[in-house]
């Protein structure tokens, strides 16, 4: 193994939470050069073969796919992520093809979805694209609804600020605007 591959390796796993690298570990069929990274990493985080069994255990469990989000690149808080896994069919689901949708993240808030994708896991543990699908909506609403509620609140907040600083009621504000009738 070159260095610059197991350096490769390492930065991959090491941009993976703790699930994520669990289920990489779950998952197998990785080369040899990426198994000693990935115990590498697993060990520098105190992980052992008991949580990649409980982690299993758990799933099964669950009757879940696997671990949501998959960052591909996340700098202070901004960059892309995919959210969300569901499978088209039972076909794509025994091939392991499953849906996410890519967003940009600003400060850990998705933003603006991108585009949803048919993805598949790759030898590292991070998705490959196969294809980009129409736009999953319910993927979009799960991931932003939060986001929306909490812009919601934070304008039902100013206007009342604004209704109170000019002595009007919200629905005065409403029907004349900002004019000071």
Do not use: N
């Not at 050069?33 to 008991?50: C, I, N, P, Q, Y």
């Not at 995919?82 to 025994?94: A, N, P, T, Y």
């Amino acid at each position: 193994m070159s260095l610059e591959e197991r350096g490769q390796y390492e930065a991959v796993y090491r941009s993976l939470d703790d699930s994520a690298l669990l289920q990489v570990a779950i998952d197998g069929g990785i080369k040899d050069d990426a198994k000693v990274a990935l115990r590498d990493e697993m060990a520098r985080r105190s992980l052992t073969g008991k949580d990649v069994q409980e982690l299993r255990r758990w799933r099964k469990k669950q009757k879940s796919p696997k671990p949501g989000p998959v960052q591909e690149s996340l700098f202070l808080g901004m960059g892309i992520k995919f959210v969300g896994r569901k499978f088209l069919s039972e076909r794509d689901k025994e091939k392991g093809i499953y849906v996410s949708t890519k967003f940009f993240v600003l400060k850990y808030g998705s933003f603006f979805p991108l585009g949803s994708y048919r993805l598949k896991e790759s030898d590292h543990g991070l998705p490959k694209k196969i294809e980009r699908i129409k736009l999953q909506g319910d993927q979009v609403w799960q991931e932003m609804k939060w986001d929306a509620l909490t812009l919601l609140i934070l304008v039902v907040i100013a206007m009342a600020s604004i209704c109170l600083d000019r002595h009007k009621s919200p629905v005065d504000l409403i029907l004349h605007g900002f004019r000071g009738h």
